[in-house]
């Protein structure tokens, strides 16, 4: 049977997972009655939740007697990571483009690794259906996206289709009847190339691209086979990037993808895309060979993580209560598995035994993983975001990150967000009325001062204002950026928190707890309106009197706390701070909690 292996890439949103639905409804992968969930491919809980797809995951369909790998990515800068090694497993890519916003940062991105790599886009600008849809712009927008990144003539000369991947059709021209995917099957048939590999008759090699564990089989390991062919039970063996032996083993299982079941088979030959389980240490980036072979596969080095975060032991008076894996050797192995599937993280173990330093692409990457850790059990405290810092070799230069970001906002609210950027040390690029009364402004912006700012964000555009961000390259230090303006309200005592006090707090600032919470001395639990730090009782009752009187007795009214997500809780808290995350609660706390500790470690900051 005849194959092609194709990755879909696009920005975030641009409707990715719910053209792979359409893809796999139409070729005849589900019964006409089978119950299918929308979006089949994001599979994991956290994935549903936000709407986003995570992890890349492999499908594949029978067109015409062709059989199709399809390789659905994440669309978010931060799983970067994730799009950089699957472009090694494929032959070819289908570029996705909103047909209202046009290229955003991480099209960009993806499209510039893809040109790399020397392949040949397909482009296909979806949504065609929505009403601010603009596809002969876009189309023109993706031509001179193409020229920006040096594609090459062939690469230029990229085909393209029009289409609605929700409601399943796909146009070479915008007057053709719209119908059915049929255009896009035929266009990835006749324009992805049969996959380039070595012969069947070669010794087998296979270069692992992802990694998961199994409960049943152990470690599975997906690539694409190189060359020869792997067979069920047959000696293999792993070689690290620089051809060293990690170990030896039999191939226990090999499955191949059949719509979206992995389906055992006997054999597979080079250019599937199968997964194979069985070996215990080989992880992402290593080949899987023949015994009889003894050079690995090269591989894709991948771009370095930019932000960081100190995971450690819980301390607080609440520790242990709600969580069972708190101690410091179940977080260190949980953070090393996670590492080695997840290759854009690293992991450093620190001074103190109890810390740990994870680094990733950002933010949101860091934030799921913490997400996951919490569902499992875990209980952690969390530092911090800071950029990861880097110095150059010839002048000695402080560099750091710096981040190319893209903001569609309303015309009213671009002054704010031109302002505020510029507080953080960014440089705008470019502004442009982008239709329907909105402005497109593309800055240049240092990472740090980007911690925190989503939330700012939505609130000065009244939530209407879409952010993208992109790591772009190091620079010289900017400086210093300033950070949280306000104070925060601290509890100087442990208990339970009282109606009537938090009642009487509420003209120092907000509250981000509620009566009947749990609270310990060194807790934060309010913002201050003011820009320094308050130790308050919230444990304190309403004195009883025996004598009665109206206004004594009126309810109790209060506002409603601020409710803290964990992405906005890491990035509110200051570098003294920590955000402690157990699997029910997330709470703020000072790193010392005790009040004369915090004194002293200030007084030495200033004499320092």
Avoid at 50 to 58: H, Q, Y
Avoid at 203 to 226: D, K, S
């Amino acid at each position: 049977m005849q194959l092609r292996n194709i990755a879909i890439i696009a920005h975030v949103d641009h409707g990715k997972t719910t053209l792979v639905d359409m893809l796999l409804k139409q070729s005849g992968t589900f019964r006409e009655n089978q119950q299918v969930a929308e979006r089949a491919m994001d599979s994991n809980d956290l994935e549903r939740e936000r709407g986003i797809t995570i992890l890349a995951k492999c499908t594949s369909v029978v067109w015409n007697d062709v059989r199709i790998n399809i390789v659905d990515t994440p669309g978010h800068a931060d799983f970067g990571g994730e799009v950089e090694r699957i472009l090694n497993m494929v032959d070819g890519v289908c570029l996705l483009v909103d047909s209202a916003e046009g290229p955003l940062p991480q099209t960009k991105f993806v499209l510039g690794k893809a040109l790399k790599l020397g392949m040949r886009p397909m482009v296909v600008v979806n949504k065609i259906d929505r009403q601010d849809a603009r596809p002969d712009e876009v189309h023109n927008e993706i031509f001179d996206l193409f020229a920006s990144l040096d594609a090459s003539d062939e690469q230029l000369d990229f085909p393209t289709l029009f289409a609605s991947g929700r409601n399943g059709w796909a146009v070479v021209d915008l007057n053709d009847e719209r119908k059915d995917l049929t255009p896009l099957f035929e266009l990835i048939v006749n324009h992805v190339p049969a996959p380039k590999v070595g012969s069947v008759d070669e010794p087998f090699t296979m270069l692992a691209t992802t990694l998961e564990a199994n409960p049943y089989l152990g470690r599975i390991l997906t690539g694409r086979i190189q060359s020869g062919r792997v067979k069920t039970n047959m000696s293999i063996k792993s070689l690290s990037r620089d051809g060293k032996l990690i170990e030896q083993g039999r191939a226990s299982k090999v499955l191949a993808f059949r719509g979206l079941e992995r389906v055992p088979v006997d054999e597979a030959q080079a250019g599937d895309i199968v997964a194979i389980a069985g070996l215990v240490k080989t992880t992402v980036a290593d080949s899987i060979v023949d015994m009889s072979v003894d050079t690995a596969l090269p591989a894709q080095p991948i771009d370095p993580p930019t932000l960081a975060m100190t995971f450690s032991v819980n301390d607080s008076p609440l520790a242990g209560r709600e969580g069972d894996k708190v101690t410091s050797r179940m977080i260190r192995d949980r953070l090393l598995r996670e590492a080695e599937g997840n290759v854009a993280l690293r992991i450093r173990e620190t001074e103190n035994a109890d810390a740990f330093e994870v680094a990733g692409r950002g933010e949101l990457q860091l934030g799921i993983l913490i997400e996951t850790m919490r569902r499992e059990g875990f209980e952690l405290s969390i530092s911090r975001p800071r950029v990861v810092m880097k110095t150059d070799a010839a002048t000695g230069q402080r560099l750091e990150p710096i981040e190319e970001v893209v903001v569609d906002v309303d015309e009213e609210f671009s002054g704010v967000v031109v302002q505020k950027i510029a507080e953080r040390k960014g440089e705008m690029l470019e502004m442009r009325p982008s239709g329907a009364g909105k402005v497109r402004l593309v800055f240049h912006v240092p990472s740090r001062g980007l911690i925190g700012y989503q939330g700012e964000f939505l609130t000065d555009t009244r939530g209407t204002g879409v952010i993208n961000r992109l790591f772009h390259d190091y620079a010289p230090y900017k400086g210093p950026i300033p950070g949280r303006r306000n104070g925060v309200l601290i509890s100087n005592a442990e208990g339970e928190a009282v109606a009537y006090a938090l009642w009487n707090l509420e003209d120092r600032g907000p509250m981000m707890i509620e009566p009947g919470w749990k609270v310990y001395e060194g807790m934060i639990v309010g913002e201050h309106t003011r820009d320094n730090d308050l130790e308050v009782n919230v444990q304190k009752g309403k004195k009883l009197t025996n004598i009665r009187t109206t206004s004594k007795d009126e309810a109790v009214v209060l506002t409603p706390p601020i409710r803290m997500s964990l992405e906005k809780a890491l990035s509110y808290i200051q570098d003294d701070e920590l955000v402690e995350v157990t699997p029910k609660s997330i709470r703020l706390r000072k790193k010392l909690l005790d009040p004369n500790a915090r004194k002293r470690a200030e007084k030495q900051a200033e004499a320092g």
